[in-house]
């Protein structure tokens, strides 16, 4: 997982000094050395590290945190909020043009993902913003580049403006917004030429196409994983073309964060999307705050909330939120939530975004099967009506004939309802105690 060196060491950092009720100037300045440690460990930059451990320094020690009666959380939300902000703050919008088209270059070395991103940003866009996308095949140099773009352009249905290999790539940028002009087409993604190394010929030619088709958005896309070179690469990108922003791709594989951390503070341009897998869904904008969290381990209670809210239908929220606080969830019920939470995407990965969860001993090894899932749900579907509507009915002969109909062991059936029973239980619990606030945020 992304950042996990990082986010180990950082909370292991901050819950060295948690432990304590009081903290002592002594304290703060070992946490702040591991916390430099963890930075540079994840391959941040050296004077971003710096810099970064100053600020925070300087606001621990000239705020009263030392005299408070909980000086790790007010530490925590230091750190956290210097880290957001290391990120650029507040998330940075995709700018659109006054006037139709709006003209994007997709830029960057070979092998960042460049031409894959640029499927990636205009299916966003499709369905995010309703715009009409055109892909524009400028890489001239790889024949492989245009027929993948081809191929993207199929998959989503969007034209694919491509002249062959022997054009000029200015050519055909500008040819391609007079035909995204013709067709209506409202918003134009050049896939432009990458190398293996930043060099002068590439600058030439990219600064030729971005003076002919005068560009909203420059955006820069780099491979997460290549840390500090990362950062010099988007440096030298900015210095010579002058970017608008950054797309930060696969940050589903083992980056140490370095690049994350590091690019808005050294270029000053700020990263708008990220990639996170090899498919078209696979892609996000930017949020430094919940970037931020999720690298404490404070989970990613936002992206949770919106998931749920996203797949949930809110009044079935609003009854089953009743059911609980009223102690009359049943196997009925159950069954529509375990559906609901299938559907939100594996099970593990929503558990990790619950804050507290990411540092949960094990929790990164575990697995939760989907045949586990399905065998419970056999068990359910065995159920009479009244059962599942009445769990307080399952004698143990009913049980037996529920394990004979869904071919699953007594003792299974056994572990399933009491699972159950004890899960109600907790959540009765929960909706009235230190959960209460949730229902409000899930839209009741
Ligand atoms: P380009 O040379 O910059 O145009 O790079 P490509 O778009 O051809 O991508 C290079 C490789 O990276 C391909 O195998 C992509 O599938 C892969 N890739 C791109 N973005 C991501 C991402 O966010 N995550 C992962 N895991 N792979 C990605």
Excluded: C, W
Excluded at 298 to 305: A, E, R
């Amino acid at each position: 997982m992304a950042f996990e060196g990082l986010s180990e060491r950082l909370q292991g950092a901050m819950t060295k000094i948690g432990k304590k009720g009081k903290i002592t100037e002594a304290d703060l300045k070992e946490m702040m050395r591991e916390v430099r440690l963890a930075l540079l460990e994840a391959d941040v930059n050296f004077k971003v590290v710096k810099e970064f451990v100053k600020k925070v320094n300087e606001r621990a020690l000239g705020s009263d945190v030392l005299e408070s009666l909980s000086p790790t959380q007010q530490v925590i939300k230091i750190v956290n909020e210097e880290l957001t902000e290391l990120m650029g703050g507040q998330q940075e919008p995709f700018q659109f043009s006054a006037k139709p088209p709006t003209v994007v270059m997709m830029v960057g070395l070979q092998g960042a993902g460049k031409t894959t991103t640029a499927g990636k940003l205009a299916n966003y866009m499709k369905k995010k913003e309703n715009k009409r996308p055109m892909l524009v095949a400028a890489d001239v140099y790889r024949p492989a580049a245009i027929n993948q773009l081809q191929t993207l352009g199929k998959q989503l249905d969007f034209p694919v403006y491509a002249l062959g290999t022997e054009a000029n790539p200015v050519d055909i940028a500008k040819q391609a917004i007079e035909q995204a002009k013709l067709d209506g087409r409202d918003l134009v993604i050049i896939d432009t030429a990458g190398r293996l190394h930043v060099d002068e010929v590439l600058m030439t030619e990219l600064k030729n196409i971005k003076a002919a088709v005068n560009p909203t958005e420059i955006l820069f896309t780099v491979d997460a994983m290549t840390g500090q070179d990362a950062v010099n690469v988007a440096q030298s990108f900015n210095e010579q073309l002058g970017i608008t922003g950054v797309i930060l791709t696969k940050l589903d594989g083992d980056t140490r964060g370095g690049a994350a951390l590091s690019i808005r503070s050294v270029t000053g341009k700020p990263i708008k999307f990220t990639g996170q897998g090899e498919k078209l869904e696979d892609f996000e904008p930017f949020y430094p705050e919940r970037m931020s969290s999720r690298i404490l381990g404070m989970g990613d209670l936002m992206t949770l909330i919106e998931r749920a809210q996203q797949d949930f239908d809110e009044t079935k929220a609003a009854e089953m939120a009743a059911k609980i606080r009223e102690n009359t969830f049943n196997f009925n019920d159950f069954i529509e939530q375990m559906d609901q939470v299938t559907n939100m995407g594996p099970l593990e990965d929503l558990l990790k975004m619950i804050p507290g969860m990411s540092n949960v001993p094990g929790l990164d090894q575990m697995k939760i099967d989907p045949k586990d899932v399905a065998h419970m749900k056999a068990i359910v579907l065995s159920m009479t009506p009244a059962e599942r509507e009445n769990p307080e009915l399952l004698s143990q002969s009913r049980r037996r004939r529920i394990s004979k109909g869904s071919a699953r062991s007594l003792a299974e059936v056994n572990r399933l309802i009491k699972q159950f029973n004890e899960s109600r239980d907790m959540m009765n619990k929960m909706s009235k105690g230190n959960f209460a606030g949730m229902e409000g945020l899930l839209g009741q």
